[in-house]
Structures are given as structure tokens and as C-alpha cells.
């Protein structure tokens, strides 16, 4: 019989959700990748729909998000939760929105340790690796099979 996740995953609220995506931002981000605190934070983010991975205990573990020009971007989960499926959830999850909002694809920009992970979801990279915050990066797309 297949382990119960210990987290879920569902649709944020920013008015709600906000401290807890920010918290998440700044331990992955900030502190673990040491990205610059002001390229961290866009006047986007209010109006994106986030996608948030919570412990039983409700504290968020895992974020994603997916703008409205169809990207998604700021995939990150604690060091604690990785490795157990909440990355495959909010990808999941992200897709999801974008099929359902009429998208035809997705792009991302996705740190080059992260190639495999998105390949083996159906992302195709895309051009040269290029650097965000001193980190290297690759354009990454995945296109609905059914447009």
C-alpha cells in the first residue's frame, strides 16, 4: 500500500499566505543560495497564483508559482522536505492552473541542477545557460499535448 504524503498541497492565498512564501523565499533563496534580498521580491508576486506545500502542522514547506504571462518561477521547498514528492506536487499543481487558465505552454527558467528534474516532467530546454543572481540558469518549455 502506497505511504500517505505528510504534506499537501494546495492553492495560496496572498493576503494570507504571504509571511509563510516569504519565509520559505528567504531560507531557499536568500540564505541557502545567497540571491541578492532585492532581486528576491517583485511587485508581480501579489498577482500570481501561488501554489503552496504544507506540513500536517499547516507551516508552509514548499512554494511555486505561476505568473500571469505563464511562467513558472520561484520553486522552492525547505532542505528538510525535499526528496519526498513536494516538488512533483506544486509542479503538478502549476500545470495544472496553466491548463486550466487557457495556456498552451509554460516557460521557466530553471538552475541548471534542476534540468533533470524538469525534463523528466516534459520541459525542453531551450538556448544558451545564461546567470540569475550569480546562478546558472537555463529557459526551459513544456507545451500541453493538447494544443
Same mark, same amino acid.
Given at each position: 500500500m502506497p505511504e500517505t504524503p505528510h504534506y499537501m498541497v494546495r492553492p495560496a492565498r496572498w493576503s494570507t499566505d504571504e509571511a509563510g512564501i516569504a519565509?520559505?523565499?528567504?531560507?531557499?533563496?536568500?540564505?541557502?543560495?545567497a540571491v541578492p534580498e532585492g532581486l528576491e521580491w517583485e511587485v508581480l508576486d501579489p498577482d500570481c497564483a501561488w501554489f503552496v !506545500?504544507?506540513?500536517?502542522?499547516?507551516?508552509i514547506v514548499g512554494i511555486v508559482r505561476? *505568473?500571469?504571462?505563464a511562467r513558472i518561477g520561484r520553486m522552492a521547498v525547505l532542505a528538510s522536505w525535499r526528496r519526498q514528492g513536494v516538488g512533483a506536487a506544486l509542479l503538478a499543481s502549476a500545470l495544472d492552473a496553466a491548463r486550466r487558465q487557457g495556456y498552451s505552454g509554460v516557460r521557466l527558467s530553471a538552475q *541548471?541542477?534542476?534540468l533533470p528534474f524538469y !525534463?523528466?516532467?516534459?520541459?525542453? *530546454?531551450?538556448?544558451?545557460?545564461?546567470?540569475? !543572481?550569480?546562478?546558472?540558469?537555463?529557459?526551459? *518549455?513544456?507545451?500541453?499535448?493538447?494544443?
Open positions: 519565509h520559505v523565499r528567504r531560507r531557499v533563496f536568500i540564505e541557502e543560495q !506545500a504544507c506540513g500536517l502542522d499547516g507551516e505561476l *505568473t500571469p504571462d *541548471t541542477h534542476a !525534463a523528466r516532467y516534459g520541459f525542453q *530546454t531551450e538556448g544558451e545557460v545564461f546567470q540569475d !543572481a550569480g546562478i546558472p540558469h537555463l529557459a526551459m *518549455t513544456f507545451t500541453f499535448k493538447d494544443h
